[in-house]
């Protein structure tokens, strides 16, 4: 089973920027993509980027042309890059990973990091 951390996480100004990263660990045979999912108060939780192995990747569209999804693949780890900061970018984030071990294929979850952007 996998294990992934989330950091970066915390409180900035409307326009300011923040990077978050989530670093995984146990055994991962081969990772399918990886991505983040945000969740904010009274509101299902969507998602935000992802991006495969191939490095093709996802944007909501709320956050296209602000935000940057990257990986690391050799430290199996992913970034967010955050800018042009919006109050309703408020919100607990998520990292997710796609991963295999052997042939069965699993979903982890992060435990969620806090972004609070104020006006």
């Known amino acids: 089973q996998a294990q992934l951390v989330e950091s970066g996480g915390g409180s900035v100004q409307a326009g300011g920027s923040l990077g978050l990263s989530c670093a995984t660990s146990?055994?991962?045979?081969?990772?399918?993509?990886m991505g983040w999912y945000r969740q904010a108060p009274g509101k299902q939780r969507e998602l935000v980027a992802l991006?495969?192995?191939?490095?093709?990747?996802t944007y909501a569209d709320s956050v296209k042309g602000r935000f940057s999804i990257s990986m690391n693949r050799a430290e199996n780890t992913v970034y967010l890059e955050m800018s042009s900061l919006r109050p309703d970018d408020t919100a607990v984030y998520y990292c997710?990973?796609?991963?295999?071990?052997?042939?069965?294929?699993?979903?982890?979850w992060g435990q969620g990091t806090q972004v609070t952007v104020s006006s």
């Open positions: 997710n990973v796609v991963y295999y071990t052997g042939v069965t294929r699993r979903i982890a």
């Open positions: 991006i495969s192995t191939g490095r093709t990747t």
């Open positions: 146990g055994i991962i045979v081969a990772i399918d993509t």
